[in-house]
C-alpha cells in the first residue's frame, strides 16, 4: 500500500464500454481525478468510454475482452493481470458483471484491493442451468472483493437473496443535475424542432441499447394497442443493439427508430412520457435523468426501476406484460395533464438522486479499501441489519469447496465449468478454481489446452510460469499481453494489449462501434 501522502492509485475496469455503465465509469473516473488522484481506466476499444476518458484526461488501457464469457476468458483474466501488474494501483475497481468475472478468476499482483460494482448481478441475463452457475460464481467470488457496490437498494437485496454474501457497500446512481434540468413546454417545443418532430404529437420515448434485457419487443408488442386509442402518437426507440435489426422488421405505425446518441436530453425533453420496459435492471440512469428532465415514467416492476418509480410520479406494470404496459401509456398520451403532474413531481425528487453525492461516496469506499481513513456511506450498516430478514443462509462451506475446483478441472460447476465446461458447451471456465481447499492458489485447466496460470500453459500454447506474485513469463504467440508499461510504452511484439500509456492519454482507436454482442447488464 501506498503511503497516505502520496496520490491514490486507481484502476477502473469496465466491460462494457457504451451506454450507462461507461457513462458512469466516465462521472467516477472525472471525480477522482479532480481529487488529486491517479486515475486509469482499462476497456476494450470502441464505444464511447475511451473518448469519456480523453475528455477527463485519463489514461486508457485497450484491455480487449468480449462482452460475455467465453473460452477467451481466461487469456482476458491475464491480460488484466498484466495490466494491473504495469500500473500498480492502491485499489482496482471492477465494473459489469465481465469485469467482474475477469478481475477476480485470478489473484490480482500484490494483493490490491478490490471493488467490484456488478451494475446488475450476472444471473439476471442467464438462462436455465447458466442462471444456477452464475449465482454459484457470484457466491464464490464476493469473497475476492473488498467492497462490493451496489447502485441501488434492489440491487443490493438481490445479492443478498441471491445468497452472496461480502462487504456490501450501497452507492446509488446519481443524476448530473446540471445537465439534466426540468424541460418546460418551450423546451420541449425547442426539442422537436431539433429533432424533426411535429410539434403537437403525443410522443413517448425509449432510450437504451436494444437488447433482451431493456425489453424493446414488449414495447414494440404494446403500441399497436397505444396507438388504435391515440392514432397521432408516436414512440421513439433510441438506441442501438443486438435486437435491433429483429424489430425493425416487423414495423408498427408511429414507431421511429432512432440510432443511439452520446447526449439524450433532446429526447427526453421532446418527450411527453419516457418508458422503461426493460426484464431486469440495476439502477437505470436514464430512470433518473427522466426524473430530472421532469418526465412522467411508465416502467416494469422491477428492483431498480420500482425504487424510482414512486407513487405519482409514473406507473410500474409487470415484466412482459404488453397489454398493461399500453394501459400506462394511453393513460398518459391521452390525457396529457396527467404525465405532466407526474412530470412535475418527478423533477423535484430528482433532488435525491444527485450524482456529486454519488461520487463523494464511492470516493469514501473507494479510500477505505485502500485504508485511506475513508467512511463507508450511510446506510450501509442498516441495510447488512436487514439482511436476516431475507431468510437466506450464509453459503456452506462444501459449496465453496466445491466452487474452488478441489483440483479438477471445473469441479461444482455444473457441466464441468461455468457457463459450460469439458462436459457441457461451450467450456468456458474450467477450472476456475484451484487446489483442494485453496481457492486462491494452484493451477486447474484452461479450455483450449493447457492449464491455469500459476504454472502450465495458456490457451493457444505459450507457458506461464510462476514468478514472484503471480503470473509471468510467455504468453500465447508471442506475447498477446504485451501492452502500456509503466512507461507508457508498448511490450515487446506489440500484442494484443498494446495502444495504453499509463503516462498520459492513449492514442484512440475508431470509436464509431461498440463491438458488444450479448451485453449482460446495462444502466441506462
Not at 424510482?308 to 410520479?313: A, H, I, M, N, S
Not at 453525492?357 to 485504508?371: F, H, K, P
Not at 505459450?462 to 508471442?478: F, H, L, S
Request: with cysteine.
Amino acid at each position: 500500500m501506498a503511503d497516505a501522502a502520496e496520490p491514490l492509485r486507481v484502476l477502473h475496469v469496465s466491460q462494457p464500454n457504451a451506454g450507462g455503465v461507461a457513462v458512469y465509469v466516465g462521472q467516477a473516473v472525472t471525480d477522482q481525478r479532480r481529487r488529486g488522484w491517479e486515475v486509469a481506466v482499462a476497456c476494450p476499444p470502441g464505444g464511447d468510454l475511451p473518448a469519456r476518458c480523453a475528455a477527463a484526461g485519463v489514461p486508457w488501457f485497450n484491455w480487449d475482452a468480449d462482452r460475455a464469457p467465453g473460452p477467451r476468458t481466461p487469456l482476458e483474466a491475464l491480460r488484466l493481470r498484466r495490466l494491473v501488474k504495469g500500473f500498480r494501483p492502491d485499489v482496482v475497481h471492477l465494473h459489469s458483471s465481465k469485469a467482474g468475472l475477469a478481475g477476480r478468476l485470478l489473484r490480482l499482483p500484490s494483493g490490491v484491493p478490490v471493488i467490484f460494482q456488478p451494475h446488475g448481478w450476472s444471473w439476471l441475463a442467464a438462462t436455465g442451468r447458466q442462471d444456477a452457475v452464475s449465482r454459484r460464481w457470484e457466491r464464490f467470488a464476493a469473497r475476492r472483493a473488498d467492497a462490493l457496490v451496489c447502485v441501488g437498494d434492489g440491487e443490493l437485496r438481490a445479492g443478498m437473496g441471491a445468497g452472496v454474501r461480502g462487504p456490501f457497500r450501497l452507492v446509488r446512481n446519481g443524476v448530473d443535475r446540471r445537465r439534466f434540468g426540468p424541460a418546460d413546454a418551450s423546451a420541449r417545443l425547442a426539442a422537436r424542432t431539433r429533432l424533426g418532430l411535429p410539434a403537437a404529437a403525443p410522443l413517448a420515448v425509449c432510450v437504451g441499447r436494444v437488447t433482451r434485457q431493456k425489453a424493446q419487443d414488449v414495447l414494440v408488442a404494446a403500441w399497436p394497442a397505444v396507438a388504435a386509442r391515440c392514432p397521432s402518437a408516436l414512440l421513439a426507440i433510441v438506441g442501438d443493439g443486438e435486437d435491433l435489426d429483429a424489430l425493425r422488421r416487423h414495423p408498427a405505425p408511429g414507431v421511429r427508430f432512432v440510432a443511439a446518441v452520446r447526449d439524450p436530453r433532446d429526447w427526453l425533453a421532446a418527450a411527453n412520457l419516457v418508458v422503461l420496459p426493460s426484464r431486469w435492471e440495476g439502477l437505470p440512469l436514464t430512470a433518473l435523468e427522466a426524473l430530472a428532465t421532469g418526465r412522467s415514467l411508465v416502467g416494469t416492476d422491477v428492483p431498480g426501476i420500482a425504487e424510482v418509480v414512486r407513487p405519482g410520479l409514473g406507473a410500474l406494470v409487470p415484466v412482459d406484460d404488453p397489454g398493461a404496459l399500453a394501459d400506462a401509456m394511453a393513460a398518459r398520451l391521452l390525457f396529457p395533464g396527467v404525465a405532466e403532474r407526474e412530470g412535475r413531481a418527478a423533477a423535484e425528487a430528482a433532488a435525491g438522486y444527485d450524482v456529486d453525492e454519488t461520487v463523494a461516496r464511492l470516493a469514501a469506499v473507494t479510500l477505505d479499501v485502500a485504508g485511506r481513513g475513508g467512511t463507508p456511506p450511510d446506510g450501509v450498516a442498516r441495510e447488512l441489519a436487514e439482511a436476516e430478514d431475507l431468510g437466506v443462509d450464509v453459503l456452506a462451506g462444501s459449496e465453496v469447496l466445491a466452487m474452488s475446483g478441489a483440483g479438477r478441472a471445473g469441479a461444482g460447476f455444473p457441466g464441468g465449468g461455468f457457463a459450460g465446461g469439458p462436459g457441457g458447451p461451450g467450456g468456458v471456465l474450467a477450472g476456475a478454481g484451484a487446489g483442494a481447499g485453496a481457492p486462491d492458489a494452484g493451477a486447474g485447466p484452461v479450455p483450449g489446452g493447457g492449464t491455469a496460470p500459476g504454472g502450465g500453459t495458456v490457451p493457444g500454447g505459450g507457458t506461464a510460469p510462476e514468478g514472484p506474485d503471480g503470473i509471468e513469463g510467455a504468453v500465447p504467440e508471442g506475447g498477446a499481453d504485451c501492452g502500456a508499461n509503466a512507461g507508457g510504452a508498448a511490450g515487446p511484439g506489440g500484442g494484443a494489449e498494446g495502444g495504453g500509456a499509463i503516462g498520459g492519454v492513449a492514442t484512440l482507436p475508431d470509436s464509431a462501434g461498440d463491438g458488444a454482442v450479448t451485453p449482460p447488464n446495462s444502466s441506462r
